[in-house]
């Protein structure tokens, strides 16, 4: 069975509201289960979801195809197609039969594949009545011990514990797929890499250049005031690299407690409250939500509900959000930073006003057109290497490197855990370890240090042995260095 995937426009009404998702087209047409399921979780569930749900089950599609005359079990068939996403389908002649040629893939990878297709069959099952493809089954004693292990692991590191209840989880304790997944190695929080402190500002005014402007002796022509905004939401404000993009002009004004410095509002796509600057049929400003502004002001979408391969989409992730009008702050840190991004976000908001821009997004293109995440990803990269670095995840060098330099500057200030939560927009304390965990370097300057300690008799002395009734007790010549001696009794 052939397959490809396409980005689809489903019309579910008479509206002219279209949803899009992922669709697999296969020789009989599109996959309409896969449909209506995506179609039923298009509200609870994000884009990204979908087209790994796709993925998933177009992998099953292509292996139902090269195996199609191996299994009688559908059950069978799916245990063996979980077995060769680890293994891969390659012998070890280099040959393989099937045509596949898959490599074999990491156990959390196969782990969400896996899940995506149990809980799609499931749903197929209850809609229609056939039997799923990883049918639960009673759990085995250690598969319950380890179930219940789990559960009070997740309950202990909750904020509202109390309102578990042991009676509804001992249902689903009881319970195993019948497909088992590989243990996940478990690894300790590997230091995620931050971008240097120490070019940062060769980054912000020597990479962010305008070519061909170097020598202007007017900033807002000689920098690139854009995309140093952005940097400094992500290194000094903490922000993730998408979530600028959902910046409004309007989001920005003084701090009324700080004047001199921004306040910076970062709304919910389109649970925001929306600006007061659209008015209704009795010229009130229309009093909303972001996604009703966009739609009926603008005739757009929130940036993240635009598909991944879109130049306008921007992701969002689910912060904890810091009013009801749902909106989270931007917290400078230093401080020094919130003045001097309010006196370039002045500049260029000036710049912004001399463009022909139909919609309310703070950073545009030199058309007034919305600013593509791509683009700025790819106007960073060019900057760090004109400062001389390069650019890669692993030395910090790529835009998400500066959270993670935002949330070791908050660590290594002895900020309060709590506060970091707060200030990163966690909703669990245990969010910030990934953004706060030493780096190797950290830790070899720290044993270096315990070895100087140790040298300076700041750790406890070996035992004093004469204390202990024994004369002349160094036979192997290891507290003195002299040749062995015989004991002597005392």
């Known amino acids: ?9 489903v019309h579910r009404d008479n509206s002219g509201v279209v949803t899009e998702i992922p669709i697999i087209v296969t020789e009989h047409g599109p996959l309409l289960p896969l449909v209506d399921y995506l179609l039923a979780h298009v ?24 195996n199609h005359d191996c299994f009688d079990d559908p059950k069978d068939l799916f245990e063996t197609f979980t077995q060769r996403l680890y293994t891969g389908t390659v012998g070890s002649d280099g040959n393989d039969p099937s045509g596949l040629y898959w490599q074999g893939r990491n156990p959390p990878v196969v782990r969400v594949m896996v899940m995506a297709i149990s809980a799609f069959s499931d749903w197929m099952a209850q809609k229609s009545g056939l039997k799923p ?24 590191r909750a904020f509202l514990a109390h309102t ?4 509804t989880a001992s249902l689903s304790m009881t319970r195993a797929r019948n497909t088992l997944l590989k243990r996940t190695p478990v690894i300790d929080h590997e230091p995620v890499k931050k971008f240097p402190d120490d070019r940062i500002h060769d980054l912000l005014f020597k990479g962010f250049i ?5 020598k202007s002796p007017r900033l807002e022509e000689r920098l690139n005031l854009r995309d140093i905004l952005i940097t400094m939401l992500m290194h000094y404000g903490g922000l993730r690299m998408s979530e600028p993009f959902h910046l409004y002009v309007h989001d920005v004004i003084p701090d009324p407690i700080h004047p001199d410095r921004a306040l910076v509002r970062i709304y919910h796509p389109s649970l925001g409250t929306a600006p007061l600057d659209w008015p209704d049929a009795k010229g009130k400003p229309t009093k909303c939500n972001r996604l009703a502004y966009l739609n009926c002001k603008y005739a757009m979408r929130p940036r993240n509900e635009y598909a991944s391969s879109d130049q306008w989409h921007a992701g ?13 702050y931007v917290n400078w840190f230093p401080q020094w930073a919130g003045e001097l991004f309010w ?40 900057a760090v290497e004109r400062i001389g670095l390069q650019v890669a995840k692993a030395l910090g060098t790529t835009p998400h490197g500066h959270r993670h330099a935002y949330g070791q500057a908050l660590t290594n200030a002895k900020i309060d855990p709590i506060y970091r939560k707060k200030a990163l927009h966690h909703k669990s304390l245990e969010s910030q ?19 100087e300690r140790e040298k300076n008799a700041a750790v406890l002395p070996p035992p004093d042995l004469l204390a202990f009734g024994f004369k002349d007790v160094d036979p192997l010549g290891l507290m003195s260095g002299s040749n062995p001696k015989l004991l002597r009794r005392s």
């Open 1 to 9: 069975m052939q397959h490809t995937t396409i980005r689809g426009k």
């Open 43 to 66: 509200q609870v569930r994000s884009h990204a979801w979908m087209l790994k749900v796709t993925q998933a089950v177009g992998l099953l599609l292509d292996y139902m195809t090269a």
């Open 133 to 156: 493809l990883n049918p639960w089954r009673e759990a085995t004693r250690s598969e319950e011990m380890l179930a219940w292990a789990a559960w009070h692991q997740k309950r202990d």
């Open 164 to 167: 578990w209840n042991r009676e």
């Open 210 to 214: 305008v070519p061909g402007k170097q």
């Open 316 to 328: 969002w992730k689910g912060n904890a959000l810091d009013s009801k009008s749902h909106f989270m």
């Open 343 to 382: 006196k370039l976000w002045v500049l260029c908001m000036a710049q912004r006003a001399q463009l022909n821009c139909d919609h309310p997004f703070a950073f545009v293109t030199h058309e007034g057109k919305p600013y593509a995440l791509d683009t700025f990803e790819h106007q960073h990269g060019r």
């Open 433 to 451: 370890v990934v953004y706060t965990e030493p780096d190797r370097a950290l830790l070899v300057r720290e044993l270096e240090a315990a070895a």
